[in-house]
Every structure is written in C-alpha cells, then in structure tokens.
C-alpha cells in the first residue's frame, strides 16, 4: 500500500472511531482499570474462548434494556437465548465483585481488551461510569439465528442501527465457535481462522467455505439489504470494515446510557493489532508510532 493510501485509510478510521464526539477524559479514568487490564489479557491470550465469549457478551446485555449489566446480575444468561454464555458471565461477573466495578462496564472493558487481543482486531473505545440494573430484561428479544432476517434487522434498527452497522458488527464472528445452534457439529468455527478477527468470516460465509455458517450470516449475506455491504467486506476491504466496525461498536457499548456521563478509559488497553500493523507499514518510527497514535486518538 502506498504512504498516501495508508494516511487516507487512518484518516478515515480516526473518523468513525470519533462518532461518538468525546472528549478525552482519560486523566479521569478510574485506577481499577489499570488493574483489571493484566488479568482479562491473561485469560484472553491466544483469543480462544474466554476472548470469544467477552466479545459476544455485549450483544446479549444490550440488546435488551441496553448496555446495563443484567446478563450477569440476574438470571437472563442462563436463558437458552444466550445458551454458550454461562461460563464467561460467571468469569464476569466474578471479576466485577473481585474488583468492586460495574458490572455493566466489566462487560464491555473485557471486551474492549479481547477484541485489542485478539490478533487484527481494531481498537474500540473503552469507556466506564454505567450504571447496574438487577432486574432481568425481559425474556424473548435477543434475536436467534434461525429467526427472519427481517426480524433480526428490526431488533438492531430499535437500538438504531442499520442494515449496514448490523453487517459490520457481524464481523466479530470472525472468532465465534458454534456449540449449540447445531449441538451435533458442536465446536466449529464460522470461519477458518477463528483466533484472528480477520474478513475471512465475510467471504467464507458468502462462498458456502467456511466450517460452519448460522442461518442468519448466510441470510445476511444474500439480503437485499445487507448482501452489498457484505461483499465489499468480503472482497477483503479492510480498511472499510475496520471504519464501519469501530463506528458501529462504539455505538453499540453505549446503547441505553448518557455518553456525556462516562469516562474514557481507552488508552490504557494498548493497541489493537490493526493500529500496531499501520504503524509498522509506516516504518515502525517513533514519529511513526506518535502519528497513527494522534489519528486513533482524534
């Protein structure tokens, strides 16, 4: 890629990863945080299940009532609908009482910090100060994987995400294991290369290639609606994806909650391996290094 590509594509990503327009509050970052980074790195090292597990978990809590902690402080992840859950809600939510914090901002800092392990994975904003809720969402809304396309793209339209987002956010099943959508085919991957978060996901899906695809990927990536969005990913525009997924997940970890009111504590999880992979095609300089981190941070 030519330097003028590369500064174009980060010019586009510190873009989207600013949709939220923060301010940097960083200073105000609660030192908790900086201890509870060593531990989750250490479990999600290697991105295998506990990676993929915090990763999938955001969906399940925000879906509902929004991003507010109930899928571990209550009996929602014991529900069939989030059948695959149960041992990374209770490594959760064992961390939240460890370490006194929110349990709704334990969901989402663990996956913010598995999602910068795992190898290729963009870096995502890690932001703290939600508020807990104790009672369950109600049972039934977490869209299944055999459920209507249709009907999956109103549940993410109610929390005001579009056809577009929804495919974008697909991507993280990049490092997604089925277990229970078919129990016969138990431990098979979505793609073949589960432990990066790479656009093989995409393409396999779209190519019938991959080891196992859910009902609800590969109607997605044949809608009218989605199935555009899903070949551009699929020709392996990485840098689009990495745009629209850092857009539509920062969103995402907020749904339910006063932006205005949260702390940012995104700085102290290091570098997903896409800004550490940009700042080695630009040379790997420290001027290199101070720029990429300039743009990512914009």
């Given at each position: 890629m030519h330097y003028y590509s590369i500064i174009t594509s980060l010019l586009l990503l510190s873009s989207t990863t600013s949709a939220l327009d923060l301010t940097s509050r960083s200073a105000s970052c609660p030192k908790v945080w900086s201890n509870v980074l060593p531990e989750l790195q250490k479990a999600f090292a290697g991105c295998g299940r506990d990676a993929h597990g915090a990763i999938r978990a955001p969906f399940h809590d925000c879906i509902n009532n929004g991003c507010?902690?109930?899928?571990?402080?209550?009996?929602?992840?014991?529900?069939?609908?989030?059948?695959?859950?149960q041992e990374i809600c209770g490594k959760l939510l064992g961390w939240t009482k460890k370490y006194n914090t929110s349990a709704a901002?334990?969901?989402?800092?663990?996956?913010?910090?598995?999602?910068?392990?795992?190898?290729?994975?963009?870096?995502?904003?890690?932001?703290?100060?939600?508020?807990?809720?104790?009672?369950?969402?109600?049972?039934?809304?977490?869209?299944?994987?055999?459920?209507?396309?249709?009907?999956?793209?109103?549940?993410?339209?109610?929390?005001?995400?579009?056809?577009?987002?929804?495919?974008?956010?697909?991507?993280?099943?990049?490092?997604?294991?089925?277990?229970f959508d078919d129990p016969q085919q138990a431990?098979?991957?979505?793609?073949?290369?589960?432990?990066?978060?790479?656009?093989?996901?995409?393409?396999?899906?779209?190519?019938?290639?991959?080891?196992?695809?859910l009902q609800s990927d590969k109607g997605l990536s044949n809608s009218t609606e989605?199935?555009?969005?899903?070949?551009?990913?699929?020709?392996?525009?990485?840098?689009?994806?990495?745009?629209?997924?850092?857009?539509?997940?920062?969103?995402?970890?907020v749904v339910g909650n006063d932006v205005g009111s949260l702390c940012d504590c995104s700085k102290i999880i290091p570098s997903g391996a896409s800004e550490r992979r940009l700042t080695q095609r630009m040379g790997g300089s420290a001027a290199a290094r101070l720029f990429v981190r300039r743009l990512y941070d914009s």
């Open positions: 507010d902690g109930s899928l571990i402080l209550t009996e929602e992840c014991s529900r069939s609908e989030n059948a695959g859950l901002d334990m969901i989402q800092f663990a996956a913010a910090t598995a999602i910068s392990v795992c190898p290729l994975g963009p870096r995502v904003r890690a932001l703290v100060g939600r508020k807990d809720n104790y009672q369950a969402a109600p049972e039934g809304e977490v869209p299944g994987s055999r459920d209507p396309i249709s009907s999956i793209l109103a549940a993410f339209a109610a929390k005001g995400f579009s056809p577009d987002d929804v495919v974008a956010l697909m991507g993280t099943h990049s490092v997604a294991v089925q277990r431990g098979k991957s979505l793609d073949t290369t589960p432990t990066e978060l790479d656009l093989k996901f995409y393409e396999e899906t779209l190519d019938g290639a991959a080891p196992y695809t989605t199935r555009e969005k899903w070949k551009k990913f699929a020709d392996g525009d990485t840098s689009a994806w990495n745009s629209a997924f850092t857009d539509a997940w920062n969103r995402w970890a």
